[in-house]
């Protein structure tokens, strides 16, 4: 019988105490230098990313939520125009798509959890001008399928991949398919830091520049305000703290991986439970395990049982889709997805993890399914 052990789904109070010394360093250097407002550490970490995802821009704003809602304003869309994304996804993606003035329009996801492209095509209205995409949980969606989609309606694509970071589909990174993409820091994202934090990719030259006006009162190089803008930059300080994390960036990604496959071994025969596609199972897809997202049958029962022997899990975004928040004004009804959603539940996945914290919860689940 094992001896119970605790295991957070997320050790918060670990994330700094783990490496104090050395982000002890890091914070009083920026403190030390008084650099809080778009200092250098921010324009390190924005060519730091790009080069890493081969993208020509990647613009720090204060979070995922901003740097949706300042992709869509650097659109070419106009208010009015329907955008169609996943109900299987944060409220962030449709509330970006509503202050952006248009309308978001939800349809199912599929098996993979990721968006269905023939809800997609079901979806389409004289009024559709997008297809926002949900890279989610580390893994990124079919894009040849949207981008047939795209190019046979000539919509824009735009990518909701906050949770992408890292993620590819056929050797491409989340977040460079469409005209732009969005990252989310979240602390307990793969790329944390202490607080809110986000970003916008583009290749797109003009979409750069206004979201680099959008993010700072509209003002210009020359401190002229040439547009009406928001506050939505990202912290130095934060910046400075993913400069100092994304150093180690490329072991994140493989330790992730390696805990996905140890889950993978000791839960693929449970017949209860779907899990996420090991890692090398597709050739199109490169996940990275932003989060460990399973089905279960008696789902409830089993995220109790794994509480009362101490394993912290999680229900995604308190089991409601997106448009299951009925008092937002949506009517749609989605029955793989609302069904789907009385199966989700989320494992423990972070690289404080050990092997053994891995195993005590594979074994957990083991016994709750035999008993």
Known sequence: MDNQR???????????????????????????RGAFILQKDVTEFEKNIAEYIG??????VANATDALILALKASPLQP???????????????????????????????????????????????????????QLNGRTCDMDALQKIADRHQLLILEDSAQGLGSKYKGRFAGTFGL????????????????????????????????????????????????????????NIQAAVLNFFFRDFAKIVDRRREMARIYHKNLSNIEELKIPPAPDSS????????????????????????????VGTLIQWGGSAVHQFKDLGFKTTLPYTENLFKRLLMLPMNTLLSNDDIFYICRTIQNFYKN
């Open 6 to 32: 605790t295991v957070p789904f997320f050790p918060y109070s670990k994330f700094f105490s783990s490496q104090e010394k050395e982000l002890t360093e890091v914070l009083k250097d920026v403190l030390n």
């Open 55 to 60: 993208a020509k821009h990647v613009i720090g």
């Open 80 to 134: 009015g125009d329907e955008v169609i994304f996943s109900s299987h996804t944060f409220v962030a993606t449709a509330a970006a798509i509503h202050f952006a003035g248009c309308i978001p329009v939800p349809v199912e996801c599929g098996p993979d959890h990721m968006i269905d492209p023939k809800a997609v095509e079901a979806a389409l209205t004289p009024k559709t001008r997008a297809i926002m995409p949900t």
């Open 180 to 235: 732009a993409g969005v990252l989310s820091f979240y602390p307990a994202k793969i790329l944390g830091c202490f607080g809110d934090g986000g970003a916008v990719i583009t290749n797109d030259e003009g979409v750069a520049e206004k979201i680099k006006l959008l993010r700072d009162h509209g003002r210009n190089h020359e401190g002229q305000v040439v547009i009406w803008g928001l506050n939505s930059r990202l912290d």
């Open 283 to 310: 050739a199109d897809h490169f996940d990275t395990y932003q989060n460990y997202e399973i089905e279960a049958e008696k789902r409830d029962e089993l995220k109790n049982f794994l509480k009362e022997k101490g």
